[in-house]
Nanobody, 117 residues
Framework: QVQLVESGGGLVQPGGSLRLSCAAS????????MGWYRQPAGKQRELVAR???????SYVDSVKGRFTISRDNAKNTVYLQMNSLKPEDTAVYYC???????????WGRGTQVIVSA
């Protein structure tokens, strides 16, 4: 079992930065692939970034060069550093954990990010 709690969202101006955090508890954190998803109001949820148990990363094209996903296994925490934010980045951001062999799939409750002048 894994429990996920996101934090770090808020209101920021275009061009600004935010760092989202996802704190995990309840299982062996370093055996999970971690991901950040986002869902703008009225739209479908999309995968933004993913990091595997061995540190391999991937990103949706729209955030490449601006966002960075990382993990600190000692702290059971995953981060999403978001730079050069655009109004199109406005969404609720969700943390996801997928276990090795897909024996578990867990979601946080989300944190709101608003990018507005």
């Amino acid at each position: 079992q894994v429990q996920l709690v996101e934090s770090g969202g808020g209101l920021v101006q275009p061009g600004g930065s935010l760092r989202l955090s996802c704190a995990a508890s309840g299982s062996i954190f370093n055996l999970y692939t971690m991901g950040w998803y986002r869902q703008p109001a009225g739209k479908q949820r999309e995968l933004v970034a993913r990091i595997t148990n061995v540190g391999s990363t991937s990103y949706v094209d729209s955030v490449k060069g601006r966002f960075t996903i990382s993990r600190d296994n000692a702290k059971n925490t995953v981060y999403l550093q978001m730079n050069s934010l655009k109004p199109e980045d406005t969404a609720v951001y969700y943390c996801n954990a997928l276990s090795v062999l897909s024996r578990g799939n867990y979601w946080g409750r989300g944190t709101q990010v608003i990018v507005s002048a």
